[in-house]
């Protein structure tokens, strides 16, 4: 039981495809207990995939740009549980006009909206759940590799190159009061919001070419059980890291030969 006894908040759980249902789903066969958080119009659905985890658990409304939301997040675990041992940060938005080439002629709002939702967000997870992680513990956000440009992806791969910098910020600043800050690296999965980015199928094509190990864009398990070990006591020391789990795909320079 990796998790027994952990109290854990996985944001970002939308369908039963989306990666932080899985982390949900992994988290309580590991003995964790779970709090999601959904959003707005997305929010029923959130609620409809609860039910179909090992436990259904409490649905919280979290606009994490919306500072009343955080707050009440804060207020309502302090009541819960009066303790938080860790976070899954899956929390990513960008306009319509700031992807799918559009790089150049984004207008400045767009831009920031994708930074604000999709990096300094985690920050603001981060300073909300602090007070309730005076024993330490550990915090993961969802990433995807943005050393390169990709087609389409533009100032959302401008905001994830961000995150994970503020991932860095925040494992130097947290690390004091014990609390681990980390990324995963993702490669492409078949969710609902990645089906949202213009050209993803691309991505499909070119990991499938590259990847040594066979990548399944339908299996988030692989990134979700990196998560959960994160979240774990078994990563005591790893922290401000990225962490790939994407076939080796980040290493390789050309195509992989698997005959």
Request: net charge negative.
């Amino acid at each position: 039981m990796l998790l027994e006894n952990k109290k854990l908040v996985v944001t970002g759980v939308l369908t039963d495809d989306s990666i932080a249902w899985h982390v949900a789903r992994i988290a309580q066969e590991e003995g964790a207990e779970i709090v999601v958080t959904g959003f707005g119009r997305g929010l029923r659905l959130t609620e409809r995939s609860v039910q179909r985890l090992p436990v259904a658990c409490p649905v919280l409304e979290l606009d994490i740009n919306d500072p009343d939301q955080v707050a009440g997040l804060t207020a309502d675990l302090g009541e819960r549980w009066g303790r938080v041992d860790g976070a899954l940060h899956a929390i990513a938005f960008a306009p319509e006009d700031a992807l799918g080439g559009n790089f150049l002629s984004t207008p400045p709002e767009s831009a920031q909206t994708a930074f604000m939702t999709s990096a300094f967000s985690y920050k603001t997870l981060a300073v909300a759940l602090m007070p309730l992680m005076s024993d330490g513990g550990a915090l993961v956000t969802l990433d995807f590799d943005n050393r390169q440009a990709w087609p389409a992806y533009d100032w959302m791969g401008v905001a994830k190159s961000a995150l994970q910098s503020v991932t860095r910020y925040l494992a130097r600043d947290l690390g004091p009061h014990g609390i681990r800050v980390n990324a995963v690296s993702a490669g492409p999965l078949s969710t609902v919001a990645a089906k949202s980015i213009p050209g993803f199928d691309a991505f499909d094509r070119v990991w499938k070419e590259r990847a040594p190990l066979s990548w399944d864009g339908s299996n988030p398990d692989p990134v979700a059980r990196m998560v959960c070990v994160l979240l774990s006591d078994w990563a005591p020391m790893t922290s401000g890291e990225v962490v790939h789990v994407d076939g080796g795909f980040h290493a390789i320079a050309a195509g992989a030969d698997r005959d």
